[in-house]
Each structure stands twice: as structure tokens, then as C-alpha cells.
């Protein structure tokens, strides 16, 4: 049974009522972000309850030492852990001396939590019956400014109601923090200075290892009934540790609120030296233009945001609200400003994978922003690889390869493997191809072909070699394999011959000679720079096509399909519907080595293979691939159903798109893997948005012309969705009686709809 306490809306996430064995997810699911720093939905006040406490500031992480029992040569030294911050959102709450605090609390009445993702902020509110049997209401509302996106504020108010009460608020900053997922109560953070200074106070820290220098900061205001008090200000000092105290007699049903703003200045974006200056101009900006005008620019960014991404869907509140929070959360985790940042699967709800970077950003995330945002955009996550490319080349060195051969890494965070898990390690090596694929994606989307002879060649070069070196020839076989591979379905380890591996190996190989021919033919001074510096010569290029074009791919003539590995044929073939409902999730009931030996698959292989390369294949060989391998499929995986929706749609099986889609949208709010008091599931958030635009409205790139082939589920009246083709904002809208098509921006545009040419012309609604 998935979890079913969210309240329905179309642009907010909702929880009523106070349910102390939900607070964790909700914690997850009640996140903020700016792009710059996020943190989870923690209490401001103290709670002694079950709780994970986590603030993120981005890019800032801890090589944690990889410790095995038995050391193999290959091992990346570290695992990158995602640090929890120093906190600055800390405001304890005495009334009459009695702690507010949820868990101890005689009565919770009205609890309410309201993420509005329109506006960007979230509010919480409650009445309590504190021991001492005073009542108060408390109401709390926070966001990260995009704006100032250092800065983070606070309005925290208490109205006592059954009495006159005194009311003490000491808001903190605390870097005695340590991280969930700590695996020996590592300390992470060394505290450097506390100061405090004219009603601000600082704490600068850095990072053991990686030596990040961050100041956590807080300036705050008291307020009565809305008019500002001026209140002695008693400062505890302790050396990872600083408040402010206040204290004032409040009457019954008056207000006391307290405003806090907050936040991180970090030595990535400053000179570690001036930390604190930087921290004191970022809030003189904040607490100038005060809570109310920073949260009405709030408003006006996330108003911006929305105006291009927002997709609507018209009579399915669920879904509305599923595609909403999907598109909310990637849009607080990364904005596109920084090349230096990446797109963590957990963004800053969380600790859980490490690192900031796997391959779901080149092939689930890229089409979302380079869709709904600039190109430039998706051009810098593009770029944030090729800045990395010389890692990759010492990541392939450290496994045997040579001669400027690449291998990717499967999770880094500054271009260096950092994942101690060896099937993952060394064997899903098919990461490599999603790097080579989004380049591809990125040129015929944009058809901004300039990157390639500017950094993306250089990076097919590299992953073109890996490929050529990992192959192997078989004598038996007279073709070229790979062995000893994990492919996308992490349920099979070191088997050989995965054909998803093998089928974008060969993509590869035969995509970089392409554009090394075109770049020589027609960016001729690239062409001289590229090859001066990676020395590829005609008959290296030809070693490679050897290998391209006699790959093996292992097949099934009595399904006439090709095989996921070698050895699937082997395996007792029984579909998931077949499995007893108590052994599932199977990843939290069975042993890795029942997994291993059964035919279940965590999430698309084969099939992500369809995905890619639809265009390799007919629609009746994706059907027969979709009917073969979707019942042996448990989506154990996050970026599993996505896929799987958008397939069923080009195949006009609309019940299994619309489920699988429920699913991908819904994932963390209904936790469907029972899993999201660790965190969200950001980087699969963006296959939601995919099963929309690339599943039910066909959107695809065919002939170097947009095209679409929109469907609708039965249940919806219609949805609409934009996206930015080449600098033309292209409006599209499906209802059950049709399709309509607005150039909103940009020339004339020749679309393709249903395989016939449509012309489209500004501020022109054309109805298909």
C-alpha cells in the first residue's frame, strides 16, 4: 500500500494533521532549494521526535575513504558524501519556560504543512497544548530566495491563546552537525571562527579533505503584532555553536513573530578571506527590502520559471499536481547559472548515492532543460563533461586502458569516480554511452552543431577508444563482445554481452568517425587543434569500425528478440504478475543472489535501448521488445517507469502510459518504493516531465524537423506543454478533440504532426 496522506491539489503539496510516523517523509518531500543551497523540511523548532535533519549548500562534499575487506586494484579511493550543512535555521521556542516541542506536547491540533510550488515557499501551522497547559498557535512560513540565492528567511510567529504567556525565542546557528548517513560518526566540518556583530551572527567552517570553506550566517528581527520591538539581544556563544536570546510578555491572542534570514557564503564563489563581508552585504540586500518584498520577488521568479515550464493537465487533479511537484523540484535543485554544478539524484533532500553527478543527466535530465530553458543551459551540463574529460582519461588509465581512452565515471563530483561498489565501478560501463548520446540529443534538438568541434568531439574521441579497448574478439563467435558488464538493469552483474552495452558501444564508435569526417571537412582549424592534441590517425579510426561493425548482439529466434544478456534464456522465466504480492519489492525481501539468478529487471534495458535509438527500429520490433521484456520488469528503479510510459504510448497502449505515468509523477509523494523519507528522486523527476512531452505528445526530432504525434489518456480533457525549439517558443495543447499549435515566439515554423507538414506562424493558433 503506497502512502496516501497528500492532499490533492493543482499547484500545492498539502499534509493535514499531526502524524509523528510520517515526519520523515514529509521532511523529503516539503523541501526548498534555489538552485545554490536546499535543506529538508525540518522543524524550526526543537523536536525531540524521530527526524533527519539535513541542509545542502551545493558543490560542497567529503571524500569519505573507501574501506573494503578485500582491496582490488581499480577501487576509486573515495565515496563522495553529500554534506549536511551548518544549520541556520534554528529557532527554539520557550513558553513560560516549557519547550515547544511537537513530540511532547499534550494536544497537536490543525497541523498543517502547505509547499506552494507556484509561488516557491512553504508554511507550516498548529495549535498546541504545551505541559503547562497553555495553548499556543504557531505559524511558520520559509523560502530560499532565487533571487539572493545566498539567502534564505524565516517568519516565525506564536500567538498564545489561553493566557498571557512569555515568549523566548533563541534562534541559533549550529556547526556541530553530522551527516544521516554517517558511517562511523565521522565529523566532517572543523569549526574556524564564531562572531557575532551588530545583531548578526557568523560561523565560518571548512570541510576536512576537500578544504570548503563555508560561513553560515543569520541576522534576525522581533515583531509585535506586526510592529517591530527593539529587544536586548543575549548572545550564547559555544565553539561550533551561536544564539541570540530573546524574551518578551505577550498577551493572550496577540502575535510574536520573529524574522530570521539566513544562509550560506562559500569560498566556490568568494575569497575564503572575506566569507563574512560577503555574508554582511548579502544580508543588508535581504533584510532591506524585508520579508515581505523578498517573498513578493520570490513570487515574481517562480512566476518566470512557470510561464515556460508549466505543463496543465485539465481534469486529473493527481496527475496535475504529480507533473507540478516533478518540474518544482528540478527547478530548485538546478537552475542552469553554474557549469561548475550538476544535477545530484537526490538534489538537496538528501544524502543517499553521493556524489552530484551520474549518468541520468545526460539521459533523462538534458531534455527537460534544454526544452523548457535556454540551450545554454543544457550546453553547460554538456560542458561540465568535457571539463572533466582529462579525469575520465585518468578514471580508464587506473582500470588498464591507454592512449587517451575515456571512461566516464558512474557518480563523481569533480569528474573522478567515487562510487565503491565494483559491478557498478567497473561494469556499468554503458554511462559512457549516455555522455556520446546527449551530445547527439543537444545538436539535433538545437541544431547547435558548435559544440561538437568546440569540446564534443574531444569527448567522442575519448569514449570511442574506451569502447574500441573494452571489446574483445571472440573465435568462436567471429564478433566482437564485451564481457564482464553490468547494464542498466543493476539485477544482472557481470554478464556478458548486454546488448543495451553492446548496441550504444557500437552507436558510439560510428557517431565519433562521423564527426570527425564532418569536423574535418568543415571546421578546419578545429579539426587541426583536436588532432594536434588527441593524435587519431586514419588507421585508428579504422580499428574502430572493425569493432562497430562486427559486434555482436545476442538474439532469440524462438522470441525473435534480441537478448538482454548471454545467459537471460537461462533464467526461470516467470513474469512479476506471476510473484506473490508480500515478496515485493523484491530489492528489500530477497538476497542480492536471488535477484541476481532471477529474470527480474529493475528498471528499462532493452528497452532503454528502444528509447534512445527508436528510429533504428520499426514500431512492430519495439512492440515485440515492449511485450517481451515490460512483464519481467519490477521498476525497482526510479527511472523505470518513465521509459516504459513513453513506449506505451507510441505503441497506443494508453492505460499502461497513463499508469506508468501516475507512477513516474507520483513516485515520491504516493512512495511507491517506500523509500522517500531518504530523499527524493530528483534526477527520474525529469522522465516525468518526458512521459508527457515525448510520451503522450509524441514529441521527437525526425528528418532535422520537430515532430509530434499527440495522444491523450482517457481520463485527462486535455493538457498543454511549451517548448523552446531553436529559439521559437512553440505552444502545444491536446484535448480529446484535438490538437492546437501557437508560435508564442520566433519566425515561421514547419512542424511535423502525424507524419504531415504543418506551418506555423506567430500569434497564429493552428488546430490539428
Known amino acids: 500500500m503506497n502512502q496516501n496522506y497528500i492532499k490533492p491539489d493543482n499547484w500545492s503539496i498539502i499534509e493535514e494533521g499531526f502524524d509523528t510516523e510520517s515526519i520523515k517523509s514529509s521532511e523529503s518531500l516539503f523541501s526548498i532549494g534555489n538552485g545554490a543551497m536546499g535543506q529538508r523540511a525540518n522543524f524550526e523548532e526543537y523536536y525531540s521526535g524521530a527526524t533527519f535533519q539535513g541542509s545542502y549548500i551545493a558543490g560542497v562534499y567529503y571524500p569519505d575513504k573507501t574501506k573494503v575487506g578485500w582491496w582490488k586494484n581499480g577501487y576509486p579511493e573515495y565515496f563522495a558524501k553529500v554534506l549536511n550543512a551548518p544549520s541556520w535555521i534554528g529557532i527554539n521556542v520557550k513558553i513560560n519556560d516549557e519547550v515547544l516541542d511537537l513530540n511532547t506536547c499534550k494536544k497537536v491540533a490543525e497541523f498543517r504543512r502547505e509547499l506552494?510550488?507556484?509561488?516557491?515557499?512553504?508554511?507550516?501551522?498548529?495549535?498546541?497544548?504545551?505541559?503547562?497547559?497553555?495553548?499556543?498557535?504557531?505559524?511558520?512560513?520559509?523560502?530560499?530566495?532565487?533571487?539572493?540565492?545566498?539567502?534564505?528567511?524565516?517568519?516565525?510567529?506564536?500567538?498564545?491563546?489561553?493566557?498571557?504567556?512569555?515568549?523566548?525565542?533563541?534562534?541559533?546557528?549550529?556547526?556541530?552537525?553530522?551527516?544521516?548517513?554517517?558511517?562511523?560518526?565521522?565529523?566532517?566540518?572543523?569549526?574556524?571562527?564564531?562572531?557575532?556583530?551588530?545583531?548578526?551572527?557568523?560561523?565560518?567552517?571548512?570541510?576536512?579533505?576537500?578544504?570548503?570553506?563555508?560561513?553560515?550566517?543569520?541576522?534576525?528581527?522581533?515583531?509585535?503584532?506586526?510592529?517591530?520591538?527593539?529587544?536586548?539581544?543575549?548572545?550564547?556563544?559555544?565553539?561550533?555553536?551561536?544564539?541570540?536570546?530573546?524574551?518578551?510578555?505577550?498577551?493572550?491572542?496577540?502575535?510574536?513573530?520573529?524574522?530570521?534570514?539566513?544562509?550560506?557564503?562559500?569560498?566556490?564563489?568568494?575569497?575564503?578571506?572575506?566569507?563574512?563581508?560577503?555574508?554582511?552585504?548579502?544580508?543588508?540586500?535581504?533584510?532591506?527590502?524585508?520579508?515581505?518584498?523578498?517573498?513578493?520577488?520570490?513570487?515574481?521568479?517562480?512566476?518566470?520559471?512557470?510561464?515556460?515550464?508549466?505543463?496543465?493537465?485539465?481534469?486529473?487533479?493527481?496527475?496535475?499536481?504529480?507533473?507540478?511537484?516533478?518540474?518544482?523540484?528540478?527547478?530548485?535543485?538546478?537552475?542552469?547559472?553554474?557549469?561548475?554544478?550538476?544535477?545530484?539524484?537526490?538534489?538537496?533532500?538528501?544524502?543517499?548515492?553521493?556524489?552530484?553527478?551520474?549518468?541520468?543527466?545526460?539521459?533523462?535530465?538534458?531534455?527537460?532543460?534544454?526544452?523548457?530553458?535556454?540551450?545554454?543551459?543544457?550546453?553547460?551540463?554538456?560542458?561540465?563533461?568535457?571539463?572533466?574529460?582529462?579525469?575520465?582519461?585518468?578514471?580508464?588509465?587506473?582500470?588498464?586502458?591507454?592512449?587517451?581512452?575515456?571512461?566516464?565515471?558512474?557518480?563523481?563530483?569533480?569528474?573522478?569516480?567515487?562510487?565503491?561498489?565494483?559491478?557498478?565501478?567497473?561494469?556499468?560501463?554503458?554511462?559512457?554511452?549516455?555522455?556520446?548520446?546527449?551530445?547527439?540529443?543537444?545538436?539535433?534538438?538545437?541544431?547547435?552543431?558548435?559544440?561538437?568541434?568546440?569540446?564534443?568531439?574531444?569527448?567522442?574521441?575519448?569514449?570511442?577508444?574506451?569502447?574500441?579497448?573494452?571489446?574483445s574478439f571472440s573465435t568462436a563467435k567471429n564478433k566482437y563482445v564485451i564481457l564482464g558488464v553490468t547494464g542498466p538493469n543493476e539485477y544482472e552483474n557481470n554478464v556478458n554481452n548486454n546488448w543495451y552495452t553492446n548496441h550504444i558501444a557500437k552507436w558510439c564508435i560510428q557517431f565519433a568517425a562521423?564527426?570527425?569526417?564532418?569536423?574535418?571537412?568543415?571546421?578546419?582549424t578545429d579539426y587541426e587543434r583536436i588532432m594536434q592534441k588527441a593524435r587519431v590517425s586514419d588507421q585508428e579510426i579504422s580499428s574502430w569500425m572493425e569493432v562497430a561493425e562486427n559486434m555482436y548482439f545476442p538474439y532469440s529466434e524462438?522470441?525473435?528478440?534480441?537478448?538482454?544478456?548471454?545467459?537471460?534464456?537461462?533464467?526461470?522465466?516467470?513474469?512479476?504478475?506471476?510473484?506473490?504480492?508480500?515478496?515485493?519489492?523484491?530489492?528489500?525481501?530477497?538476497?542480492?543472489?536471488r535477484i541476481l539468478r532471477s529474470p527480474y529487471i529493475k528498471q528499462a534495458d532493452t528497452l532503454q535501448g528502444f528509447y534512445f535509438f527508436e528510429d533504428h527500429f520499426t514500431k512492430e520490433e519495439l512492440e515485440k521488445h515492449f511485450n517481451f521484456y515490460e512483464p519481467f520488469t519490477v521498476h525497482e528503479s526510479s527511472l523505470s517507469p518513465c521509459v516504459h510510459s513513453i513506449q506505451a504510448a507510441k505503441l497506443d497502449k494508453m492505460d499502461m502510459a497513463y499508469t506508468f505515468y501516475l507512477r513516474t509523477s507520483r513516485l515520491d509523494l504516493d512512495d511507491y518504493n517506500k523509500e522517500v523519507e531518504e530523499g527524493l528522486h530528483i534526477t527520474s523527476m525529469a522522465g516525468t516531465w518526458m512521459s508527457i512531452v515525448e510520451g503522450f505528445g509524441g514529441m521527437r526530432m525526425k528528418n532535422d524537423t520537430l515532430s509530434f504525434e499527440p495522444r491523450i489518456p482517457e481520463q485527462w480533457k486535455g493538457y498543454s506543454f511549451k517548448v523552446n525549439y531553436r529559439n521559437h517558443i512553440l505552444k502545444i495543447n491536446v484535448t480529446q478533440n484535438g490538437t492546437s499549435f501557437e508560435l508564442e515566439k520566433g519566425n515561421d515554423l514547419v512542424i511535423l504532426v502525424d507524419g504531415k507538414k504543418v506551418a506555423v506562424s506567430p500569434n497564429d493558433l493552428v488546430t490539428v
Not at 251 to 280: F, M, P
Not at 419 to 425: F, L, R
Not at 514 to 524: C, G, L, T
Not at 566 to 593: C, E, H, M, T, Y
Open 514 to 524: 562521423a564527426n570527425i569526417e564532418k569536423v574535418k571537412n568543415e571546421y578546419a
Open 558 to 593: 524462438q522470441y525473435g528478440v534480441y537478448l538482454q544478456q548471454d545467459g537471460f534464456l537461462d533464467k526461470d522465466l516467470v513474469n512479476v504478475a506471476d510473484l506473490d504480492a508480500s515478496q515485493r519489492p523484491i530489492n528489500q525481501k530477497w538476497s542480492w543472489d
Open 116 to 471: 506552494n510550488m507556484k509561488e516557491g515557499w512553504y508554511e507550516r501551522s498548529f495549535i498546541a497544548t504545551l505541559q503547562n497547559d497553555i495553548e499556543i498557535e504557531v505559524s511558520a512560513k520559509r523560502y530560499l530566495s532565487l533571487d539572493i540565492d545566498e539567502v534564505g528567511a524565516i517568519a516565525y510567529s506564536v500567538k498564545p491563546l489561553n493566557s498571557d504567556a512569555t515568549i523566548k525565542y533563541t534562534p541559533y546557528l549550529d556547526s556541530g552537525i553530522k551527516n544521516e548517513d554517517a558511517n562511523w560518526e565521522e565529523k566532517f566540518w572543523e569549526t574556524i571562527q564564531v562572531k557575532e556583530e551588530n545583531n548578526q551572527a557568523f560561523i565560518v567552517a571548512k570541510t576536512l579533505k576537500t578544504d570548503f570553506y563555508a560561513c553560515t550566517f543569520m541576522q534576525t528581527e522581533v515583531a509585535l503584532n506586526g510592529k517591530s520591538l527593539e529587544l536586548p539581544t543575549n548572545v550564547s556563544e559555544k565553539s561550533t555553536y551561536i544564539s541570540f536570546n530573546y524574551s518578551q510578555e505577550v498577551k493572550a491572542n496577540e502575535s510574536l513573530t520573529i524574522y530570521k534570514y539566513g544562509g550560506y557564503t562559500v569560498c566556490t564563489n568568494h575569497d575564503k578571506y572575506e566569507l563574512i563581508n560577503a555574508a554582511k552585504k548579502a544580508l543588508h540586500e535581504a533584510s532591506t527590502l524585508g520579508f515581505d518584498t523578498l517573498l513578493e520577488n520570490q513570487k515574481e521568479a517562480w512566476a518566470k520559471i512557470w510561464e515556460m515550464a508549466d505543463i496543465t493537465i485539465e481534469g486529473d487533479v493527481k496527475a496535475q499536481q504529480g507533473i507540478r511537484f516533478n518540474i518544482f523540484q528540478l527547478n530548485q535543485t538546478y537552475l542552469g547559472k553554474d557549469s561548475r554544478l550538476n544535477i545530484g539524484p537526490k538534489g538537496f533532500t538528501g544524502e543517499k548515492y553521493g556524489g552530484s553527478t551520474y549518468w541520468d543527466t545526460e539521459a533523462y535530465c538534458i531534455p527537460f532543460y534544454m526544452t523548457t530553458k535556454d540551450q545554454q543551459v543544457a550546453r553547460n551540463l554538456l560542458q561540465y563533461r568535457y571539463n572533466h574529460l582529462e579525469k575520465a582519461i585518468e578514471n580508464a588509465e587506473k582500470l588498464g586502458f591507454n592512449n587517451g581512452a575515456a571512461l566516464y565515471p558512474m557518480v563523481t563530483m569533480n569528474g573522478e569516480e567515487c562510487h565503491n561498489e565494483w559491478e557498478i565501478t567497473f561494469e556499468e560501463i554503458h554511462r559512457n554511452g549516455a555522455i556520446a548520446f546527449a551530445i547527439y540529443n543537444y545538436t539535433r534538438y538545437t541544431g547547435d552543431y558548435s559544440y561538437i568541434p568546440e569540446m564534443g568531439l574531444e569527448v567522442m574521441i575519448g569514449i570511442a577508444r574506451f569502447w574500441h579497448q573494452r571489446a
